[in-house]
């Protein structure tokens, strides 16, 4: 459990590998925007901030965090990647919906990482409020799309290493 205002987002910039060879793959889930938008940000500023560059950053935007996977898997297939960042946002609703998404998406990104050579790191928010999700979107706890970005810079150098 995360603690109250502290920032998971911080990281030492000295230990993160120079992004600046790698080519980023984020898929983006217009399902709850203003939380994915804000996810987005992060990952893009921290893959920029770590050597990035533009060009190499491919965006594409899905319907909702179930087609994150569909979306990953041929980002994989069709744009020479060394990594994919998949950013969504699961909101508990009334519904058991919530748990199937949540449960269907953890493991199609969990199928994408075995099957596939190309890391795909997981940046779904799945939280019971939408504050919780403010909150972790660039709010008091910082941005799971920042420390999405380091993940998935220090897993292309691995997988860069292990080639």
Request: hydrophobic share 45%.
């Amino acid at each position: 459990m995360a603690t109250v205002n502290k920032n998971l987002s911080q990281y030492d910039k000295n230990t993160v590998p120079n992004a600046k060879d790698f080519r980023f793959g984020i898929v983006v889930s217009e399902w709850n925007e203003n939380i994915t938008s804000g996810l987005y940000k992060g990952a893009v500023e921290a893959l920029l901030e770590n050597g990035a560059v533009t060009d190499n950053i491919i965006t594409w935007d899905v319907p909702g965090s179930f087609e994150l996977i569909y979306g990953s898997k041929k980002m994989i297939a069709t744009q020479n990647v060394d990594a994919v960042i998949a950013i969504g946002s699961v909101i508990q609703g009334e519904t058991k919906h919530f748990d199937f998404v949540c449960e269907a998406v953890a493991q199609g990104i969990k199928d994408l990482n075995v099957l596939t050579d190309v890391p795909v790191v997981f940046c779904v928010l799945t939280d019971n409020t939408l504050q919780q999700a403010i909150d972790r979107s660039g709010g008091i706890h910082g941005n799971k799309g920042t420390e999405a970005a380091i993940v998935a810079i220090r897993m292309a150098q691995l997988r860069k290493l292990a080639l």
